[in-house]
């Protein structure tokens, strides 16, 4: 639309960006990986196994059944990983002949075994400190295992990867005051001298990578879903914290069950707390392991310390994950992309449609970054040095649920539903890749899916629209016409989409959609009145960038009258660009007192610390530091340390002192520290002295020392480096720390280099990339020292970049 000179600021129509709105990052580096080619399948396994603390051992008798497959098999791959192997025998017990190179057992038979034939195998073995797999916590006396990617071969001699499905028992022997978790059913328990042996069978079959034992002195509490027993077990001290953190759980598997049509898929579902896990938690079938600091949290942490989240994910496995699996890790987003939708249905259906907006909001957001630092498609083999390196990148997780939302838009729940049903119930108990998905919505739909999997799933990227509209008043017409800008290429072309446009006037809404076909649109709407505001994508449901200029009086309108929270934030986002407008500053300023979802007003919160030196903008954020939502609250202290001044100053002062909830009062310290950093000396000073719920006051104040005077900072900072200190602690000391050596930078380095050898791998990670910022030459014979030892592949990756970061500041690069 034209835009007269003398036409309010407010009322202009500002021209498009002049920048690109989206950069694509580089491709991740990596090697192919094809999926591993079986020569038997692995039907039955039985395991033995107890727990030699002083040793830290695992030691182990395991029989395989296994039968050849389509041509005689003489040799049997096993999988065992650094173990000694004490024998092998077959099913009369003779010894068999094997070789062991510490990463495969190779049994040889005594003669072929013919295709269809089955035979069993049993070795005695033990793990002595096995480097992944199973963990000994010794300070709980707990034990807990991980099989996921490829780590149960650690542990357990077995077929270890995950396009093999068997059933399994465990025999488990514990010190008689503790408890055993296992897979399946408990079939008994049995004093052996002074231990007890549980005995746990898998009656039907899952990959191996979901075995699992958990021991220690549990807790169960019991619960029930229809005629399913549901168990959470937890420390004697946390039971009601384990109420609250678990309790959702019959209510999640009545949602998916009635969602998916397909009944929860298993005999029993327990879930367990277990110390210092190295995730947040595993779908371990039918026996869900959860980091205990994920699950039991005091009252006083809601809402940030929601556990439907995990819960719900973890059990969306049990279908997704578990019931079906991927075939190999290419496609491992039908397992953990599947799981995030399962849980932002679950959002939905428990809290309101509000919250599962935002859920699907933050997805998107999520997969932008995740693009932005490295772009690539979904369905994806190559990696480094793990393939947990697919997983972490943002594109399985975040970007394969808001590619499941897409269609469930396009179709309509019942439509989306009952295909989701036939790919579930077609493939129970097996594999699957991603053509069966594609198969299962052809087939219920009676569609063609290979655009939108040729372009959501096999490509990468997304839609970037510049979005256009022209009002013509004689007519009352509005024309929107809209065009991809996004950068192409052999991975990324263009989108074809059906997008949905809301118009408002005062004489009510109009909706309409956007067909977009080899990447251009446009649509004309006749309008009862003028419009007020123009939305597009309503609903937020396609994965997309845009730049659709429009003026400040309808994006307010937007903000004040938009039924949908998406379309309230992006008002929000885009307001907060003009902060130089009365009329911004005033639409924002009621938001965040006055909007009905907390979301909106905490984005308005964040919004407004952009826009400094605006008394009013102050005043509205002090205002929202009394909030009845903690997390606005949260929010509105850490931009309230945008404005310097008494004024600011002494209201989070205030807070960090009496706010009801520490993580207010951590973001109020945390901003005291960049608005007045001498004066908030004292205040950091109480508050590193307090003790809280995960140490989330101390790690605010650690965090508000990257703001005071350098050499105070490190003199106080070393003392929460130490393993005395909490990992939570620690893990907020190491980066502030590294960052507050400017001038001692050989002496932090120093300081910090003993840490690559922690037992806490999240310590090891932290100490890695800040001695990478350091920066020094010197460190780097310590990091190729760890990278000798070191299995986790986190670190090893972390200790790469950081090698190649000082390489490159050493060359002058």
């Known amino acids: 639309m034209p835009t007269r000179v003398d036409t309010p600021a407010a009322m202009r129509v500002p021209p498009f960006r002049t920048g690109p709105l989206m950069t694509w990052g580089p491709v991740p580096e990596g090697t192919p990986h094809a999926e591993r080619t079986r020569t038997y399948d692995l039907q039955h396994q039985v395991v033995h196994v107890r727990f030699d603390w002083p040793r830290h051992a695992v030691v182990g008798s395991t ?65 002595v400190r096995p480097k992944k797999g199973a963990y000994f916590i010794d300070r709980r006396h707990m034990l807990w295992t991980q099989g996921e990617m490829e780590d149960t071969r650690y542990w357990v001699p077995t077929y270890d990867f995950p396009n093999d499905k068997a059933t399994w028992e465990f025999f488990v022997r514990t010190a008689a005051n503790e408890k055993a978790l296992s897979n399946g059913r408990l079939v008994g328990s049995r004093k052996v001298g002074n231990e007890v042996e549980w005995h746990w069978s898998l009656e039907r079959p899952a990959s191996t990578y979901l075995m699992s034992v958990v021991t220690g002195d549990y807790v169960v509490v019991q619960d029930r879903w229809n005629d399913v027993p549901v168990g959470y077990w937890t420390y004697p001290d946390s039971v009601e914290a384990a109420r609250r953190g678990f309790g959702m759980t019959p209510r999640a598997m009545e949602v998916f069950s009635r969602k998916t049509g397909v009944p929860y898929p298993w005999n029993k579902y327990d879930q367990s707390v277990t110390p210092d896990y190295v995730f947040g938690g595993m779908e ?120 499941l939302q897409m269609p469930r838009h396009q179709l309509g729940d019942s439509l989306f539903w009952a295909a989701m049903n036939h790919y579930t119930t077609a493939h129970a108990y097996q594999n699957v890749t991603t053509p069966d998905l594609q198969r299962a919505f052809e087939e219920t739909t009676g569609r063609s899916y290979d655009a939108f999997f ?134 924002l300023g009621r938001a965040v007192h006055s909007d009905a979802f907390w979301g909106v007003r905490q984005r308005a919160a964040n919004a407004l610390a952009g826009i400094t030196g605006a008394e009013d903008v102050r005043a509205a954020l002090v205002d929202a530091t009394r909030d009845r939502d903690a997390r606005v609250r949260q929010a509105a202290a850490g931009a309230l340390g945008a404005f310097s001044g008494d004024a600011s100053s002494a209201r989070l002062t205030e807070v960090a002192a009496s706010d009801p909830s520490p993580y207010v009062r951590a973001a109020a310290v945390r901003s005291l520290a960049h608005a007045a950093p001498a004066a908030a000396l004292p205040t950091i000073r109480a508050v590193l002295a307090q003790d809280s719920w995960l140490d989330v006051l101390r790690a605010g104040a650690i965090n508000a020392l990257g703001s005071v005077d350098p050499a105070t900072a490190r003199e ?35 300081i910090l280099e003993p840490l690559l050898d922690d037992p806490d791998f999240y310590v090891r990670q932290a100490a890695a990339k800040a001695l990478g910022e350091l920066g020094q030459a010197s460190s780097v014979a310590p990091l190729r020292a760890r990278l000798r030892t070191e299995a986790e592949s986190r670190v090893i990756n972390e200790i790469n970049a950081s090698v190649r970061r000082i390489q490159r500041g050493a060359s002058g690069r």
């Not at 098999?73 to 099913?91: E, N, Q, S, Y």
């Not at 009258?561 to 907060?576: F, M, Y």
């Not at 900072?717 to 001692?744: C, E, H, M």
Request: aromatic letters at 8%; charged letters at 25%.
């Open 63 to 127: 029989t395989l059944r296994l039968a050849a497959l389509d041509r005689p098999l003489t040799d049997v791959a096993v999988d065992a990983l650094g173990m000694t192997i004490r024998r092998v025998t077959g099913p009369s017990g003779a010894s068999l002949r094997h070789d062991y190179d510490g990463r495969t057992l190779t049994v040889h038979l005594p003669r072929p075994l013919a295709p269809g034939a089955a035979t069993s195998v049993t070795i005695d073995y033990e793990a």
């Open 284 to 403: 371990n079938v039918t026996a869900t392991t959860q980091l205990d600091n994920g699950i039991l949290h005091p009252a006083w942490a809601e809402p940030q310390a929601y556990s439907g989240g995990l819960v719900s994910h973890e059990l969306g496995h049990q279908w997704y994950g578990d019931l079906l699996t991927t075939s190999n890790w290419a496609h491992a987003w039908l397992n953990e992309g599947f799981a995030t939708f399962m849980e932002q249905t679950f959002r939905e259906a428990s809290l309101g449609h509000d919250e599962g907006a935002l859920d699907r909001l933050e997805a998107q957001e999520q997969t932008i970054g995740a693009d932005r630092g490295s772009r690539r498609p979904i369905v994806w083999d190559r990696w480094m040095t793990d393939p947990l390196e697919v997983f972490l990148s943002g594109h399985i997780y975040p970007k394969g649920a808001t590619v």
């Open 454 to 587: 040729r372009q959501w799933v096999y490509g990468a990227g997304f839609p970037v629209f510049q979005v256009s509209y022209a009002y013509d008043p004689a007519s009352r017409r509005v024309a929107l016409d809209a065009r991809e800008v996004q950068p192409r290429d052999s991975l990324t072309g263009v989108f074809d989409a059906d997008v949905d446009v809301e118009v408002l006037t005062d004489a009510g809404p109009v909706r309409g959609v956007v067909p977009v076909r080899d990447g251009t649109g446009r649509l004309e709407l006749a309008l009862p009145a003028e419009p007020r505001s123009i939305r597009w994508d309503k609903g937020g449901w396609l994965l997309d960038l845009t730049d659709f200029p429009r003026p400040t009086t309808m994006l307010a309108y937007q903000l004040e009258h938009d039924d949908d929270v998406i379309g309230r934030i992006e008002a929000v986002e885009l307001l907060a660009e003009r902060g130089e407008q009365p009329e911004a500053r005033a639409a």
């Open 716 to 750: 106080l900072l070393r003392d929460y480096l130490g393993a005395s200190n909490s990992r939570q602690a620690r893990q907020a000391a190491i980066p502030v720390f590294a960052a507050q050596s400017k001038g001692t930078e050989a002496e932090s380095a120093r």
